[in-house]
């Protein structure tokens, strides 16, 4: 049986990499004609390790280092330097692949980030494919708004700081400006073209694998069907079951002892994703909101890094030093405060029944997935546009804040966070009732029969016709 080889290019950070890696061992197990090779970029900083997977369908390039001339402070330049000058190392290793392997190259699957790489699947004349990360709402809100700017002149910074509200077509309600994307307002830095660059190359793919599902996105699905963009799949929920960075065993160990002795549904678990971190200030009114609710938490507490730089948050030396004095005494019956979380075992466990969240996608159809119901708290990239998707539109999840912004200097108070911390908490809300559904619907769609099952099904098809296609046009 001949091996058709797809070449996998996500984007180097963690949250991407695992999406990509979960759909690549979703491809190969369900059709064993394929095999895949993930090229994996680095940047310089931060770590991708940890990366691994057991399918023998499956490997991992680490492609070479390279050197970006522009600043090294994390901006829309740099990402969008760094990705360029791997295009003539990403060619080379296409070539390794085909010299080396009795394999037929039958296409690219790309990160949003990555279409660049569209110019190198052109070249090999094979097709691209998007794999989007993120919902089909927020897929939807980029091409609305990089059509408005290139066609009709939309101003994108009439948005910024404002009240202004834009309708579009893949969100029930119109979308206020304090929810966009931080990014697109960014000219300075060059974040604004990136985003508007990679959205216009998102209409040359041949088709855009989400990390979605019908049934929770119902209305963007069908909003983004029979449009002009290229044909979308949802394929979700993927989620990383495995993958974690910067704990060990025995942390993990000893944060499943300490929710194995907490009644069920009990603990709030507050986590902020892998870039997320506060100043003093907020770390204060997070622990004293805790400490007025009386509810027993979980509290994944990481330190900033240093200003200026590139790098991930890490853990701190003297956690008592940046806490209200006394507070670990005072809640150590009810509350433990941690660096690193093995986030999916979290929420996994029964003693869980509310999570704090930043509101990255992953991590929201995680909490999908176990039936835990989420109060929002986005910190950058498009995590506030996604929950006010989860407040508004879905009804999936309560508010703390949904237009905060870790680069602003407002300071959530301990009020608020109490408020919010109890709403989340009520046994009878809506939003409980609606989790508890979306779990069940999220576990039926990925089974033979499921809605994903199918559309990923359809993916494979259509690949497989072009792959037929392009065989009888080089006849």
């Not at 190198?120 to 094979?126: L, P």
């Not at 834009?166 to 960014?186: C, E, I, Q, R, Y």
């Not at 009386?294 to 003297?318: A, C, D, I, T, V």
């Not at 030093?321 to 809640?331: A, I, N, Q, S, Y």
Request: negative net charge; aromatic residues 10%.
């Amino acid at each position: 049986m001949e091996q058709t080889e797809l070449v996998f290019i996500p984007f180097p950070i963690i949250g991407h990499l695992a999406s990509a890696l979960e759909i690549a061992k979703l491809i190969t197990k369900r059709d064993p004609r394929f095999s895949i090779t993930i090229f994996i970029m680095k940047f310089p900083f931060g770590s991708t390790d940890g990366m691994d997977t057991d399918s023998d369908s499956i490997r991992f390039v680490t492609l070479p280092p390279v050197e970006v001339s522009s600043e090294t402070t994390p901006s829309g330049h740099f990402f969008s330097e760094f990705l360029k000058v791997h295009i003539p190392v990403v060619r080379d290793a296409v070539h390794e692949l085909t010299r080396s392997n009795s394999v037929r190259l039958s296409g690219f699957v790309i990160d949003m980030f990555c279409t660049h790489m569209i110019d190198v699947a052109d070249e090999f004349g094979v097709p691209s494919y998007l794999f989007f990360p993120s919902g089909a709402a927020f897929l939807g809100f980029l091409l609305h708004v990089q059509f408005l700017h290139d066609y009709e002149g939309l101003d994108i910074n009439e948005f910024k700081d404002s009240d202004a509200e834009l309708d579009v077509p893949t969100f029930v309600n119109s979308v206020p400006g304090k929810v966009f994307p931080a990014w697109m307002f960014d000219k300075e830095s060059g974040g604004a073209e990136m985003l508007l660059c990679h959205t216009r190359r998102f209409r040359e793919v041949k088709g855009i694998l989400v990390n979605t599902f019908i049934e929770l996105e119902s209305h963007a699905i069908q909003s983004l069907s029979g449009s002009t963009v290229p044909e979308v799949y949802p394929v979700g929920p993927i989620l990383n079951n495995r993958m974690g960075s910067g704990g060990g065993q025995q942390d993990a160990s000893a944060i499943m002892s300490w929710l194995d002795d907490q009644p069920p549904s009990s603990v709030i678990f507050l986590c902020f994703g892998s870039m997320g971190s506060f100043g003093a200030d907020q770390i204060k009114e997070i622990a004293y909101g805790l400490e007025h609710s009386g509810h027993r938490f979980l509290w994944s507490l990481r330190q900033l890094p240093q200003k200026g730089k590139m790098g991930f948050p890490g853990g701190y030396e003297n956690i008592e030093e940046v806490l209200p004095e006394g507070f670990l005494h005072r809640t150590a019956r009810i509350g433990k405060v941690i660096g690193w979380a093995p986030q999916i075992a979290v929420l996994a466990h029964s003693a869980v029944g509310g999570f704090v969240s930043h509101c990255g996608w992953n991590s929201l159809l995680e909490s999908i997935w176990y039936g835990v119901p989420v109060a929002t708290w986005p910190i950058y990239a498009e995590q506030q546009i996604n929950a006010f998707q989860m407040v508004k539109d879905l009804g999936l999840a309560v508010e703390i804040k949904i237009d905060y912004n870790r680069d602003s200097d407002y300071v959530v108070s301990a009020h608020e966070i109490e408020n919010g911390l109890r709403n989340l908490m009520n046994i009878n809300s809506e939003v409980r009732k609606k989790r508890k559904e979306m779990e069940k619907v999220s576990r039926k769609v990925m089974i033979d029969g499921g809605s994903s099952h199918f559309s990923l099904g359809h993916f494979i098809e259509d690949m497989m016709d072009s792959k037929v296609m392009k065989g009888k046009d080089a006849l």
